[in-house]
């Protein structure tokens, strides 16, 4: 969009001041000489386009900062004069030079490395060290330094700035050459992406500070590398705008000493940040350039060898050099790549029968005083993995003394196109010879012009007798007699160009057969069509064979009734009348009993027999009205099926009983043999009841059946839909238990175990909940019985071994050294790989993890298989775990079975220890226990500790150890130190006062 002057200056005015501001923001010598000076880019850019305006804006921008920054009026303006000379001096020079700003051409690179950041830069910087040292801001000794520093500065804005808006779309102001690579037009999404990638690699290295700058000094060149990519990828825009954001990040991050330079002395510093930023603003240059003239030979090539769409190489015989085209190398592949390559090399390329034919001729070409040139076809196998085929030309251009030649040159040439032309033409004429369908060519009215040999044997008549002839499937009588017209066909053929349809017409013999036709116009390069192709099918013995299948695949040929698929289609149908009519159906499985066996003593052709009289027998008890009829079918071998119509489930029991009576009677299938006798069992399912879909009734009828085989058969029973909705309950509940595991719904709470007699807190055994989003906190009877027997239920308990140890873990770093108890079902003890999952989870933990590990098993577990037991606590406790029997007491286990288990505890069930108090029998168990784990060496842990009377009489007992809501309640793990610590301090019933004479005990 054109502006006016004004607005350039403008523009120009607040974009200097824009820019040198962010250049004061980064690492100063002094208050006016910086090292990033944005605005040298921004006045060569501007100056290139807009001339004047440019300057205008360029020294009021500047000089305002200068003021801002505390310079007098003279200085000021002194030293934007300074900014503006030399990107004034470098424009000029470079629009004298005919620079283009895309720099594709290595002159272009050039001339704006030597005038742009070099030449005008050093002229800025000469004038601004002059001026600093005439007003007295810097002395004589400070010149070199504040010259050089005013030079980067400058050098680093137009590496940094300059390049971008050269390169910004309507910039430049001659036109663009093409794009530095072809990807520059497409995948912007991926070359956003890797600007990205390389500012969150520069951000990654210069946002931290101390040791961890240093740590990623190695990845300190990586955004140069990505920078190459990315201008080899998309060309130079994003690429130099990408790098002037680098520049500025890496100048500030320096500037507020983070980064990989901010542990270097200031000089060496800034130095050191100038070189870094320097080189990533002109790795996009030197990258550009090198595409740019790679891109401009290739386009030269590319443009000469497209015009003649041929594919090129030559190679000199006696250098050995080896040059092809594109073209070629697209042609031929990777041999051609190779720039000493043999004449033959790229044979290999070709197809195995033309290399063997071509390698000899090729030799003679080479021969001394051979021919002068081979044209020959061959094949090559493209990218796609097709052969195509190649018209080559080789020719000897020159031949020394000795005739032997000096350099070859080879052309290609696609011509798999004629080939292809050839080819169909020599199938056009076979297929339509030898294809099994007939085919005619006719004219628009009809005319057969020529016909194949199989029309000639459908229709039964010569070719000769054919040929002038109108067409027999599309006489008017053979149309109109198969329901069709020949305008339908005319018009069909007008709209669509082709027209199908079963034609019956009489042959050349007088036999009637079905033809399916397939009229097709074939179109012409200019005016109407004028020739017909008729492909003919003969469908006579296929219809014939069809309707016969059709019949079979519907009705079984033993007895004549439907078979599975035609009863399972009525039954659809029936299933839709119920709904609308709102009468049930009851759907049978009918089984005859041990018939197998009756057809081995009888003979297969009575067996049959019997079952033709079974059926017409079943069929005839069928009921039936104007509107519906019950349905029977076979649907295997001594299978059958009943579809019955009642109101009621007692009107169906009535209906199947009186089907079972009907197979009852006796079979007389001829007059001298006995009569059989036979049984069947039913199954049966009812509809709506059981509002399933027709294969799902008939499945359910099927496990009806299965239950009164299994039941003595010679019955009737229905399928129990509660039951079935009862399973699916419990599946919808194991669904949602998988949710709540998956959702981390569960967790853990810790109910502590504690030495009554010295007040000390052993330890906390793992307690399941269920944080139900809508039912709040549910204890583990509620869900746990459900899952147990599952292989969820074993998933749930590897979840809990998980979070306990993780749990131990935080509670050993925090200086608790308490015992964890977790408790194992039978079915997850039982698990093969129990062992090995156990050692995989104590692995992701330190050693003492897995002395403060108890497994709990319940007695009952531990009993149903005591020798594997046995092997898994042995196994168990050489990984460092301890094992307690819980519940001990409830599990009728003797002492024999007690001592083959190793265990290290005993937990005596909370039943006998809540009614240790008013039951001898309980008391006396409980002691007996208590001396049993002394005998064998365990300790012995008391559940259902309430009140401090049991506190004392476990005590007086000789227990120690004890756990129950009387000592605290399981509670969420991050209230445990606390609990434990006020515990300990203050323990609250009366173990350890008790052996110091206390007479008060109290529980927790």
């Known amino acids: 969009m054109d502006k006016s002057p004004l607005t350039r200056i403008a523009l120009v005015g607040v974009a200097s001041m824009a820019c040198a501001w962010l250049g004061l923001l980064t690492p100063a010598l002094g208050a006016f000489v910086s090292l990033f000076w944005p605005p040298a880019g921004l006045a060569l850019a501007s100056l290139l386009r807009w001339h004047w305006p440019a300057a205008i ?24 004069a300074a900014n503006l000379i030399g990107p004034s001096i470098a424009a000029w020079g ?74 910004l779309p309507g910039l430049p102001t001659r036109p663009r050459t093409e794009p530095g690579t072809p990807a520059r037009r497409t995948a912007w999404l991926a070359s956003g992406l890797l600007a990205f990638a390389t500012l969150a690699s520069a951000a990654l290295v210069f946002g931290l500070g101390g040791q961890n700058a240093v740590m990623l000094s190695p990845w300190l060149f990586a955004p140069h590398l990505l920078l190459s990519w990315l201008t080899l990828r998309d060309g130079l825009t994003l690429a130099s705008v990408t790098a002037a954001l680098l520049t500025l990040l890496a100048a500030l991050s320096t500037g507020v000493e983070l980064g990989p330079f901010a542990a270097i002395p200031l000089p060496e510093r800034l130095a050191t940040l100038w070189a870094y930023t320097a080189s990533a603003a002109a790795v996009p240059l030197l990258a550009n350039a090198v595409l740019g003239e790679m891109h401009q030979e290739h386009s030269r090539w590319r443009h000469a060898l497209e015009a003649a769409g041929m594919g090129i190489a030559s190679w000199d015989l006696v250098t050995g050099e080896h040059r092809a085209s594109p073209a070629w190398q697209g042609f031929v592949g990777t041999p051609a790549l190779q720039p000493a390559a043999a004449p033959t090399a790229w044979l290999e390329a070709v197809h195995a029968m033309d290399r063997v034919r071509l390698l000899p001729l090729l030799t003679e070409l080479l021969a001394p005083h051979g021919q002068a040139h081979i044209s020959e076809t061959l094949r090559l196998r493209r990218e796609g993995g097709d052969w195509l085929w190649f018209e080559l030309r080789m020719h000897v251009e020159e031949r020394d003394a000795r005739g032997l030649a000096q350099r070859l040159v080879a052309t290609l040439a696609d011509v798999t196109w004629k080939r292809t032309a050839e080819e169909r033409e020599r199938m056009s004429v076979s297929l339509f010879q030898h294809l099994h369908e007939g085919l005619l060519i006719t004219d628009t009215d009809g005319v057969v012009l020529d016909a194949n040999p199989s029309y000639c044997r459908i229709m039964a008549q010569a070719r000769e007798a054919l040929l002038g002839q109108r067409a027999t499937p599309l006489l008017l009588e053979h149309l109109r007699r198969s329901g069709h017209s020949p305008e339908q066909l005319q018009q069909a053929l007008q709209a669509q160009g082709h027209w199908q349809g079963l034609v019956s017409c009489t042959r050349h013999d007088g036999s009637t057969c079905e033809l399916q036709l397939t009229v097709s116009t074939m179109p012409e390069p200019e005016g109407p069509a004028r020739f017909q192709v008729i492909a003919v099918s003969d469908m006579t013995e296929q219809l014939r064979r069809q309707a016969l299948l059709e019949r079979q695949r519907q009705f079984d040929e033993l007895t004549g009734l439907p078979n599975r698929s035609e009863f399972l289609r009525r039954l659809e149908l029936a299933l839709a009348s119920s709904e609308q009519q709102r009468f049930m159906l009851c759907v049978c499985h009918l089984d005859l009993d041990n018939f197998a066996q009756l057809a081995e003593a009888e003979g297969e052709a009575r067996a049959n027999a019997a079952l033709r009289a079974l059926s017409q027998s079943l069929h005839g008890a069928l009921r039936s009205a104007e509107q519906w009829s019950d349905q029977l079918a076979r649907i295997g071998g001594d299978e059958f099926a009943l579809l019955l119509r009642c109101d009621s489930l007692a009107e ?54 299965y239950r009164v085989k299994r039941a003595g058969r010679n019955a009737c029973e229905f399928f129990d839909t509660e039951k079935r909705l009862r399973k699916h309950a419990d599946g919808i509940a194991l669904g949602r238990m998988q949710e709540a595991l998956d959702g981390g719904e569960l967790q853990l709470h810790y109910q502590p175990k504690v030495d009554m007699r010295r007040g000390r807190v052993l330890g906390f055994e793992a307690l399941l909940r269920w944080q139900h989003p809508e039912r709040g906190l549910l204890m583990p009877g509620l869900f746990l019985p459900l899952v147990e027997r599952t292989g969820l239920g ?9 979070q306990a140890m993780r749990q131990s873990a935080q509670w050993l770093a925090q200086g608790l050294q308490l015992r964890v108890s977790v408790n194992v079902t039978a079915r997850h003890l039982q698990t093969l790989d129990f062992t090995q999952r156990l050692r995989e989870l104590l692995a992701r933990h330190p050693e003492p993890i897995a002395r403060h590990l108890m497994l709990e098993v319940l007695e009952s577990a531990a009993l149903a298989d005591v020798d594997a037991t046995h092997r898994l606590i042995q196994d168990c406790k050489a990984l460092g775990v301890s094992f307690a029997l819980d519940d001990f007491g409830t599990g009728y286990s003797t002492l024999t079975y007690l001592k083959r288990l190793p265990v290290d505890a005993l937990k005596i069930d909370r039943s006998f220890v809540q009614n240790m ?17 002394k005998t064998f060496g365990c300790s012995v842990v008391a559940e259902g500790v309430e009140s401090d009377a049991h506190a004392r009489a476990l005590l007086a007992a000789g227990c120690e150890l004890g756990q129950g809501s009387g000592i605290a309640h399981a509670m969420p793990a991050e209230r445990v130190p606390e609990w434990v610590a006020a515990f300990e301090q203050a323990p609250s019933f009366g173990g350890r006062r008790a052996a110091a004479g206390a007479t008060k005990m109290g529980i927790a």
């Not at 895309?102 to 950041?117: E, I, K, N, P, T």
């Not at 049984?679 to 009806?704: K, Q, V, W």
């Not at 039951?919 to 226990?929: F, T, Y």
């Open 57 to 80: 804006g360029v020294l009021t921008g500047v000089a305002a900062i200068a003021i801002l920054q505390g310079a007098s009026p003279a200085l000021a303006c002194s030293l934007a």
């Open 94 to 167: 470079l629009r004298r030079l005919h620079f283009r700003p895309d720099m594709a051409r290595r002159r272009d690179l050039a001339s704006f490395v030597l005038l742009g950041v070099a030449l005008g830069p050093g002229i800025s910087a000469l004038a601004g060290a002059l001026i600093l040292l005439g007003f007295g801001h810097i002395v004589p000794a400070e010149m070199p330094r504040a010259l050089l520093s005013w030079w980067g500065g400058d050098a680093l804005g137009v590496l940094s700035l300059g390049v971008p808006l050269l390169v």
């Open 652 to 705: 169906a029991r009535l209906a199947t009983e009186r089907m079972l009576n009907v197979l009852r009677l006796p079979i007389y299938l001829d007059e001298h043999s006995a009569p059989l006798t036979l049984t069947a069992s039913l199954g049966a399912s009812l509809f709506p009841l059981d509002r399933s879909s027709a294969e799902t009734l008939m499945r359910h009828a099927g496990h009806a059946l």
């Open 794 to 802: 074993v998933q749930i308990g590897d979840w809990v071994l998980e």
């Open 917 to 933: 108090l008013i039951d001898p029998h309980d008391q006396a168990l409980v002691e007996g226990v208590i001396g049993l784990a």
